[in-house]
Each structure stands twice: as structure tokens, then as C-alpha cells.
């Protein structure tokens, strides 16, 4: 098997994994076509993850584009001020300039988006699938949470001019505390905004230290809420199992002009990016001329081709043998109680070659033996 033909099956494999998740908790599929007016993505630039749109001119005479996003395409086509959420989930291909290889490609994206009246409890479980779909991939995961009003706060408490507060992003992504600490100076930041920008340029710790040091560093009714709102999800996630896979680390918070409050970013191991990335954009729904508010994110599957390929996941969890004398509906039925736990099956008569899985079984005489 090629190293091409390893990443494509692993990338519907994972695809697979991710429809089912969502599907779950009840989201719906949304599909949309190639490609969308140009002026939808014009409006919205600073939003997509790529600048590169890839344009053409139909029939009629209209500025066309290949779609290089699909949470725009959701918003536009999506009811607003109705009560209640709605949760579509999709699994498109988009055209945009890749991160891993920097040339235009077709990529597989899947993730979802939640719209609607938004309380605690779809922004946790927002948060929560994200790092269930990052396990869909690998074990090893992070999630770095941060959240936009903490830091927009804080900067509108600094009397500096906007390319200052670019700067001081820009440090803060880098979590350069000489750059934050010269900046301050430069612009005469006063001694408490400085001691919570040095606060958001912090190394990597545990999650509830860093929230203890947000609390104290907090300045105002917007920040306090900020990470109270931050301290419940960690705290859901902790309940659930998941604490150990969360990070806060605010040089993941860039785009303040679309994203309103949590933010967030997925690791894997073997990748050194991130392959998933979202959070709450009122913002932008705003931008849209949208009432609702709405959160969501998506898995970047052309960023699994960067995983060595001595660390790539099975080609299926379970390679079902079975002997000339079992009766194929026992094998059927076998096979249908795996996959319906959830694993993806490969029934054969022999071990194929050059394919991986993560147990085998063998079948005889209609019994299933490990």
C-alpha cells in the first residue's frame, strides 16, 4: 500500500468515525455544493483559514468560487431567531491552499456547528466532542481552550493604538514574555494590564493552575465571567473523564474579529499542528446580519498525512477470519455486532497483506475466537 493510499483510507476511516459521533447527539447532515458566489467568502477573509480563493466566472456572468469554508455556506443557509438549536454536522471537500503541503488542494473537512439559543450546555458539549473527535485519530491528544472576551477585555482597557494591540497578539501567540514586557513599556501599559498580558504568555502548565492565575489577574466583570465561563467547561470535561486532555493557553485566541468567547484548538501526537479548530463566532454571525448565536469547529483531515506512517491507525480494528466451514450468515452476523459497537470489520478468509488492524478474530465453526 502507497504512503497516498494509507492516508486516504485512513482519513475515511476517521470521516466515518466523526459522522457517527455527531450523529449520536443528534446533528443532522448538511451538504452543500462545489462551490458558492464569490462575494460570501469576499465579505469574510479574515475568517477562513486560508486566504487563497479559487475563482471563476459561470454563464450568467457571476464571481464564483470553489468552496473554501463551510461554516459560512451554514450560516447563510441556516434559520435565524427561531428558539431552540440547530445541529447539522458535514463532511465536505474543500479548495483551499493546504498547510502541510502549501499548494491548492482538494481536503476533506468534517465538523459541526451548533446555532441557536446557546447555553452551558451545548458550548460543553461542543468542547467535549472536540475531544472526542481528536481521539478518533489518536490517543494522545490536547485541546488548548482560551476564551475571546478575556482577552478583548483587556485590550480595550489598553489606551494604545490598534497596531499595538496587533503586536501584543502577535507576543501573545508567540507567548513571548520579552516581547509583552518591551511592548508595555514602549506604550506605557500601566502595571496591572501588564501583569495579566505576562499572565497570557505562560508556558504550558495544568489547567486549573493556569485558570487560578486568569482569576487573579482578572480586571473587571468581563474577564471574571470570562473564566468563570472557561473554569465550568474544564470543570464538565474533568467530571467526564476528560480533564487530562485540556489545556488553557490563550496564544490559540488570534481572531478576535469573528470569535466571541471560547476558542479552541486539537492536537494530536505525531502532528506537529493543529488539526481541529473552532469556537463560539457570534461575530461573525453578526457580521451576516444573524441574531443567533452559534458555535462549532472542524477536523482538517489533509493534516493526518503529516502522522509517520509507522504510527498510522489500522487499516480496521478488526480482521474477522473465517474458515471454509462457517456459514457466511454467521460471519454476517458477527460482522454486524462489531461494527455495530462501533469498529470498522474486515471479514476474510485469510490475513490480507500489507494491512494493519488492531485485533484479530477468527471464526470457526460459528464461534468467534480472539
Known amino acids: ?212 492565575a486568569l482569576r487573579r489577574a482578572a480586571r473587571g466583570r468581563k474577564m471574571t465571567a470570562a473564566v468563570a465561563e472557561l473554569a465550568q467547561i474544564y470543570r464538565v470535561l474533568a467530571e467526564n473523564g476528560m480533564g487530562d486532555c485540556v489545556n488553557v493557553d490563550f496564544s490559540v485566541a488570534g481572531n478576535m474579529k469573528y470569535y466571541s468567547g471560547v476558542v479552541f484548538q486539537g492536537f494530536v501526537e505525531g502532528v506537529p499542528d493543529s488539526v481541529l479548530s473552532g469556537g463560539r463566532y457570534d461575530k461573525l454571525m453578526a457580521k451576516m446580519g444573524r441574531k443567533s448565536a452559534a458555535v462549532g469547529f472542524a477536523v482538517y483531515l489533509d493534516m493526518l498525512e503529516r502522522l509517520d506512517e509507522s504510527h498510522r491507525a489500522y487499516d480496521a480494528d478488526v480482521c474477522l477470519l473465517y474458515g471454509e466451514d462457517v456459514p457466511p450468515s454467521s460471519v454476517l452476523r458477527r460482522a454486524d455486532a462489531i461494527a455495530a459497537a462501533g469498529e470498522t470489520v474486515l471479514a476474510a478468509r485469510s490475513l490480507p497483506e500489507g494491512m494493519r488492524f488492531g485485533r484479530v478474530e477468527r471464526m470457526e465453526g460459528g464461534e468467534a475466537r480472539g
Open 1 to 212: 500500500m502507497t504512503l497516498s493510499e494509507d492516508a486516504r483510507r485512513m482519513d475515511e476511516r476517521v470521516a466515518r468515525q466523526l459522522c457517527g459521533l455527531y450523529r449520536r447527539y443528534g446533528y443532522s447532515r448538511y451538504k452543500m455544493s462545489k462551490f458558492e458566489e464569490y462575494d460570501l467568502y469576499a465579505r469574510c477573509k479574515d475568517f477562513l483559514v486560508s486566504e487563497g480563493v479559487i475563482t471563476f466566472t459561470d454563464t450568467n456572468g457571476r464571481l464564483m468560487a470553489l468552496k473554501p469554508d463551510v461554516t459560512l455556506s451554514i450560516v447563510r443557509n441556516t434559520r435565524d431567531g427561531q428558539s431552540g438549536v440547530q445541529k447539522v454536522y458535514y463532511n465536505e471537500n474543500v479548495y483551499r491552499v493546504s498547510r502541510g503541503t502549501n499548494a491548492y488542494k482538494e481536503i476533506a473537512q468534517v465538523g459541526l456547528e451548533c446555532i441557536g439559543e446557546l447555553g452551558m450546555y451545548e458550548m460543553c458539549e461542543a468542547v467535549m466532542l472536540a475531544v472526542r473527535s481528536l481521539k478518533c485519530i489518536r490517543e494522545n491528544v490536547v485541546l488548548d481552550l482560551a476564551h475571546v472576551g478575556y482577552l478583548s477585555a483587556l485590550m480595550e482597557e489598553m489606551e494604545v493604538p490598534d497596531q499595538a494591540r496587533e503586536e501584543m497578539m502577535r507576543a501573545i501567540g508567540r507567548k513571548s514574555l520579552h516581547e509583552i514586557v518591551e511592548l508595555c513599556r514602549r506604550y506605557d501599559v500601566s502595571p496591572g494590564t501588564q501583569s495579566a498580558l505576562e499572565v497570557l504568555s505562560r508556558g504550558a502548565c495544568g489547567a486549573e493552575e493556569s485558570l487560578e
